[in-house]
T-cell receptor, first 112, second 111 residues
Framework: EAGVAQSPRYKIIEKRQSVAFWCNPI?????LYWYQQILGQGPKLLIQ????????DSQLPKDRFSAERLKGVDSTLKIQPAKLEDSAVYLC??????????FGQGTRLTVV | GQQLNQSPQSMFIQEGEDVSMNCTSS?????WLWYKQDPGEGPVLLIA?????ELTSNGRLTAQFGITRKDSFLNISASIPSDVGIYFC???????????FGQGTRLTINP
């Protein structure tokens, strides 16, 4: 069974630029999460989807972050414009309805 | 919202030693998960716990769901170099299937 796929693995951008991350969850997993992990900290939930609907985006900085899962499968997370403090690893995870979430390898973003 | 506190934040041990770490919650949990994260990788699920008092093993790893339902413990026996990494506890936050994480315990092993 293929795992959660994320791309790109690494991205370096200048502040005020925009960036997008892509995630393909495990086949059949209805729930998809985007987490932000700052160096030295645990993952922090940004947004949770159930199929193509948003379940929780209470910690998503909506003035600059957006996410979509139009067909209930793949998802994209966008930052526009990026700030220095957005430097982090962005993790995508999915689950089939249980709490056990499976994670991708993450995208490491560096904003300079 | 719920907060998870992991202890210790870091551990430096000799190869072959046993390891113990714990996680406490500000509220009662019905599920506890333990993940391991290697450098440059996403977290990988190690053990899931569903009932207070439950003790579950995965090879040399053993995790327990505390009877107060506000804590969980992870033990690693006879540590080996590949055990190096960051161990996270996680549990259900407020809301449907929301998963919240502790800040992690970083394990370093001296050969």
């Amino acid at each position: 069974e293929a795992g959660v796929a994320q791309s790109p693995r690494y991205k370096i951008i200048e502040k005020r630029q925009s960036v997008a991350f892509w995630c393909n969850p495990i086949s059949g997993h209805a729930t998809l999460y985007w987490y932000q992990q700052i160096l030295g900290q645990g993952p922090k939930l940004l947004i949770q989807f159930q199929n193509n609907g948003v379940v929780d985006d209470s910690q998503l900085p909506k003035d600059r972050f957006s996410a979509e899962r139009l067909k209930g499968v793949d998802s994209t997370l966008k930052i526009q414009p990026a700030k220095l403090e957005d430097s982090a690893v962005y993790l995508c995870a999915s689950t089939d309805g249980r709490f056990e979430a499976f994670f991708g390898q993450g995208t490491r973003l560096t904003v300079v | 919202g719920q907060q998870l506190n992991q202890s210790p934040q870091s551990m430096f041990i000799q190869e072959g030693e046993d390891v113990s770490m714990n996680c406490t919650s500000s509220s009662i949990f019905n599920t506890w998960l333990w993940y391991k994260q290697d450098p440059g990788e996403g977290p990988v699920l190690l053990i899931a716990l569903y009932k207070a008092g439950e003790l579950t093993s995965n090879g040399r790893l053993t995790a327990q769901f505390g009877i107060t339902r506000k804590d969980s413990f992870l033990n690693i026996s006879a540590s080996i170099p590949s055990d190096v990494g960051i161990y996270f506890c996680a549990g259900p936050g407020q809301g449907a299937q929301k998963l919240v994480f502790g800040q992690g315990t970083r394990l370093t092993i001296n050969p």
